[in-house]
């Protein structure tokens, strides 16, 4: 039976909202009224004593548990009882502490307690606090109610002295932190308020034989004088200085670099390239990651000469430590370039494992520079055509103008350009070697040199050979020819310009 409400008067459908009761029900209305007769599970009432079953648990287990609680969290249970409030306040769950905003709660635990244990600090404010405020009453009522009414804080290093500092406003945090004591120091983006004097006292209050891990990105670093409080910090394994305004290096043979396996430079626009060119030529051999984003003052010549490969103090030449090169964000920098670094770089290390030494003694460090084989390519895009032309490689010097291998324009290429099928195009994409991007390896014939051969030792690793070269180029080359091949492949992406059967190509696009 169906009710239409729009017959029923208005007061009747808006009071007691009597249209929900005009609803067909979901269940019977014998089982809706013997829902109401069901008893409530049974719910135990918590022990009169105030014990709890949590407490009969192994220590280990209890610390477990609590360590997957947010510290807020975890500080509303300290009062459950002694037992909470001393595990709560264990060091080991406080190795790790990461602050977004500024904590506004309770002195003793988070002064005598909770800072103290801290050996992983992550300070990533946001909202930045604003300025460098000599003193913070936020920070007064939290860490010293007796000196609420306070202006200016000496530091602890210049109390015999008559030089006052200016706290910044992590200064009270800091203060209770012990910083020789760190593993790891995580300021991200802090120059808006941690100003350059009080950075360079937190890096030389820094553990030399503990910290392992600095992200200063978008710091207050600059100039020459970070290097003396850096430097002497010989355990780093991890260093970001990205967004800085750095201009000068430290050299690689520095105890900085001893067991560093990551730096990263991502856009130091203040870095020289000669700065930048002499560093990667001597890089350190232990460094795994190399992160070197937007550096575009970066010529190609000083990529040429990284270090790859190096004597070592039995007198053999062996591969680095190198994996992972990010260029991301160097305009200059084509697909051509990344695969002639990258055939390189590997060509020298795969010749540490040759069973011939080849041309070069390289028992005596007689490294002399490959001659690469040519590719003339035609106005075709499937098309190459192998030659034993040689070309011409950068060399150990460096010069202002661009490598003549990589960077030559192509004579010949007509205006008219015929483009793959779409199985031919999702293969040139998916399609990753050494070789230059369209050609297949049995179609393009290079000369062989002693980077080139294939015979090798016994056991070689291949993770020794390979590096890892993360880029953003988009172009093939930067004549054009390299321009209109990169229009080509996107047409021929979009447009249905080939047989998916035969593979055929069904035209050509003029592209002026």
């Given at each position: 039976m169906t009710i239409d409400i729009t017959l029923l008067p208005p007061s009747q459908i808006l009071s007691n909202h009597s249209h929900l009761a005009l609803l067909p029900s979901t269940l019977p209305v014998s089982s809706s009224l013997c829902s109401k007769h069901f008893k409530r599970a049974f719910v135990p009432r918590p022990p009169r004593d105030g014990s709890s079953p949590l407490s009969t648990l192994p220590t280990e287990i209890q610390l477990s548990i609590l360590s997957h609680l947010e510290l807020s969290d975890l500080l509303s249970v300290l009062g459950v009882s002694k037992t909470f409030c001393a595990l709560g306040l264990s060091p080991t769950l406080h190795r790790e502490l990461s602050l977004t905003t500024l904590p506004s709660t309770i002195l003793h635990i988070l002064g005598d307690h909770i800072l103290p244990s801290v050996r992983e600090l992550t300070l990533n404010l946001f909202p930045y606090p604003c300025g460098y405020r000599p003193y913070s009453p936020h920070f007064g009522n939290l860490l010293s109610p007796n000196t609420s009414?306070?202006?200016k804080r000496p530091h602890p290093q210049g109390r015999s002295g008559q030089n006052t500092k200016e706290e910044s406003v992590v200064g009270g945090i800091l203060r209770y932190v012990k910083l020789d004591q760190l593993r790891t120091l995580n300021i991200p983006f802090s120059s808006s308020y941690i100003p350059l004097e009080e950075l360079e006292r937190i890096l030389e209050s820094l553990g030399s034989e503990c910290v392992r891990?600095?992200?200063?990105?978008?710091?207050?670093?600059?100039?020459?004088?970070?290097?003396?409080?850096?430097?002497?910090?010989?355990?780093?394994?991890?260093l970001d200085q990205g967004f800085t305004n750095i201009h000068s290096l430290p050299s690689p043979s520095s105890c900085l670099f001893g067991q560093l396996r990551y730096l990263s430079l991502s856009s130091c626009s203040m870095l020289l390239a000669d700065v930048l060119a002499e560093f990667i030529r001597e890089l350190p051999t232990n460094l795994e990651r190399l992160d070197l984003t937007r550096l575009d003052q970066l010529p190609f010549e000083a990529l040429w000469n990284l270090r790859a490969v190096y004597e070592n103090s039995e007198g053999r030449v062996v591969p680095t430590s190198l994996k992972e090169v990010r260029l991301v964000g160097i305009d200059h920098l084509t697909r051509r370039d990344v695969r002639g670094l990258k055939r390189f770089w590997e060509g020298q290390r795969r010749a540490c494992f040759l069973l011939g030494r080849g041309?070069?003694?390289?028992?005596?460090?007689?490294?002399k520079t490959p001659e690469m084989g040519s590719t003339s390519r035609s106005t075709s895009f499937g098309s190459w055509s192998s030659s034993e032309e040689e070309i011409r490689t950068p060399s150990t010097s460096y010069s202002t103008s661009p490598p003549q291998s990589l960077r030559s324009s192509r004579e010949g290429s007509g205006r008219k350009v015929s483009l793959p099928s779409r199985h031919d195009f999702l293969q040139s994409l998916s399609y990753d070697s050494d070789y230059p991007s369209g050609s297949p390896p049995s179609s393009c014939s290079y000369r062989k040199n002693r980077y080139d051969l294939t015979e090798r030792k016994d056991g070689e690793d291949d993770d020794l050979v390979h590096i890892n070269i993360i880029h953003s180029a988009i172009l093939e080359s930067e004549d054009e020819d390299g321009y209109r091949r990169f229009i080509?492949?996107?047409?021929?992406?979009?447009?249905?310009?080939?047989?998916?059967?035969?593979?055929a190509a069904r035209g050509y696009v003029e592209i002026d």
């Amino acid at each position: 039976m169906t009710i239409d409400i729009t017959l029923l008067p208005p007061s009747q459908i808006l009071s007691n909202h009597s249209h929900l009761a005009l609803l067909p029900s979901t269940l019977p209305v014998s089982s809706s009224l013997c829902s109401k007769h069901f008893k409530r599970a049974f719910v135990p009432r918590p022990p009169r004593d105030g014990s709890s079953p949590l407490s009969t648990l192994p220590t280990e287990i209890q610390l477990s548990i609590l360590s997957h609680l947010e510290l807020s969290d975890l500080l509303s249970v300290l009062g459950v009882s002694k037992t909470f409030c001393a595990l709560g306040l264990s060091p080991t769950l406080h190795r790790e502490l990461s602050l977004t905003t500024l904590p506004s709660t309770i002195l003793h635990i988070l002064g005598d307690h909770i800072l103290p244990s801290v050996r992983e600090l992550t300070l990533n404010l946001f909202p930045y606090p604003c300025g460098y405020r000599p003193y913070s009453p936020h920070f007064g009522n939290l860490l010293s109610p007796n000196t609420s009414k306070r202006i200016k804080r000496p530091h602890p290093q210049g109390r015999s002295g008559q030089n006052t500092k200016e706290e910044s406003v992590v200064g009270g945090i800091l203060r209770y932190v012990k910083l020789d004591q760190l593993r790891t120091l995580n300021i991200p983006f802090s120059s808006s308020y941690i100003p350059l004097e009080e950075l360079e006292r937190i890096l030389e209050s820094l553990g030399s034989e503990c910290v392992r891990k600095l992200d200063l990105r978008g710091s207050s670093l600059s100039g020459r004088k970070w290097m003396d409080s850096i430097g002497k910090l010989g355990r780093l394994e991890e260093l970001d200085q990205g967004f800085t305004n750095i201009h000068s290096l430290p050299s690689p043979s520095s105890c900085l670099f001893g067991q560093l396996r990551y730096l990263s430079l991502s856009s130091c626009s203040m870095l020289l390239a000669d700065v930048l060119a002499e560093f990667i030529r001597e890089l350190p051999t232990n460094l795994e990651r190399l992160d070197l984003t937007r550096l575009d003052q970066l010529p190609f010549e000083a990529l040429w000469n990284l270090r790859a490969v190096y004597e070592n103090s039995e007198g053999r030449v062996v591969p680095t430590s190198l994996k992972e090169v990010r260029l991301v964000g160097i305009d200059h920098l084509t697909r051509r370039d990344v695969r002639g670094l990258k055939r390189f770089w590997e060509g020298q290390r795969r010749a540490c494992f040759l069973l011939g030494r080849g041309e070069g003694d390289w028992r005596k460090g007689e490294m002399k520079t490959p001659e690469m084989g040519s590719t003339s390519r035609s106005t075709s895009f499937g098309s190459w055509s192998s030659s034993e032309e040689e070309i011409r490689t950068p060399s150990t010097s460096y010069s202002t103008s661009p490598p003549q291998s990589l960077r030559s324009s192509r004579e010949g290429s007509g205006r008219k350009v015929s483009l793959p099928s779409r199985h031919d195009f999702l293969q040139s994409l998916s399609y990753d070697s050494d070789y230059p991007s369209g050609s297949p390896p049995s179609s393009c014939s290079y000369r062989k040199n002693r980077y080139d051969l294939t015979e090798r030792k016994d056991g070689e690793d291949d993770d020794l050979v390979h590096i890892n070269i993360i880029h953003s180029a988009i172009l093939e080359s930067e004549d054009e020819d390299g321009y209109r091949r990169f229009i080509g492949e996107v047409v021929g992406g979009t447009l249905d310009v080939g047989d998916a059967e035969g593979g055929a190509a069904r035209g050509y696009v003029e592209i002026d």
